[in-house]
């Protein structure tokens, strides 16, 4: 079946950097978008960016931007998230998501476990 | 705050129907495909509705999905305490260039 395993949790100290990877099976690695997408602790979803896993292209949330850089390795079908000059703001659950269905780019099927980050001094 | 709006909480007995609404506005809903996610207490969100209206065949036809203008609306019916979640919506918004969700509503089976 279809699915996206997550690295586990981690703490970082503020000013560092984290990078959460995601393993895919089930499906051809290169065929879809992978997306991420973070969930603070009792509050909403925030998008974060794509990453198309056969070129390599990449688009991120303009609040991003700078400082999130999402990568492949196609050889072992892992999505991977890194996140710099990390802050307390920057605590929660990131998840990646499978973006399945062309010119939907708001669907994600299936879902990462998630895997939490915990940045504190 | 969300660029999408949906009601904080919803509740509704148990066999009954329930809508939960998700407003937008021209750069986002209106133009572009709108989904929706339920996130069971403690897991990771999970696909429900997508391109306003499909469900995935995995998904019982109790859980539907409509659009008209700016607004979206997830509607469930036969409401059964395992429904208990929070629930999302999510869409293209075109002047950020990015994927926009709503703040998530609550959803309690009285």
């Known amino acids: 079946q279809v699915q996206l395993v997550q690295s586990g949790a981690e703490v970082k100290k503020p000013g560092a950097s984290v990078k959460v990877s995601c393993k895919a099976s089930g499906y051809t690695f290169t065929s879809y978008d992978i997306n991420w997408v973070r969930q603070a602790t009792g509050q909403g979803l925030e998008w974060m960016g794509w990453?198309?896993?056969?070129?390599?292209?990449?688009g991120y949330a303009l609040k991003f931007q700078g400082r999130v850089t999402m990568t492949r390795d196609t050889s072992i079908t892992t999505a991977y998230m890194e996140l710099s000059s990390l802050t307390s703001e920057d605590t929660a659950v990131y998840y990646c998501?499978?973006?399945?269905?062309?010119?939907?780019?708001?669907?994600?099927?299936?879902w990462g476990q998630g895997t939490l980050v915990i940045v504190s001094s | 705050q969300s660029v999408l709006t949906q009601p904080p909480s919803v509740s509704a007995a148990p066999g009954q129907k329930v809508t939960i609404s998700c407003s937008g506005n021209t750069s986002n809903i209106k133009n572009n495909y709108v989904s929706w996610y339920q996130q069971l207490p403690g897991t990771a969100p999970k696909l429900l509705i997508y391109e306003n209206n499909q469900r995935p065949s995995r998904i019982p036809d109790r859980f539907s999905g409509s659009k008209s203008g700016t607004s979206a609306t997830l509607g469930i019916t036969g409401l059964q305490t395992g429904d208990e979640a929070d629930y999302y919506c999510?869409?293209?918004?075109?002047?950020?260039?990015?994927?926009?969700f709503g703040g998530g509503t609550k959803l309690t089976v009285l």
């Open positions: 990453m198309n896993p056969n070129s390599g292209n990449t």
């Open positions: 999510g869409t293209w918004d075109s002047s950020l260039s990015g994927v926009v």
């Open positions: 998501a499978r973006a399945p269905y062309t010119g939907s780019e708001e669907t994600f099927d299936p």
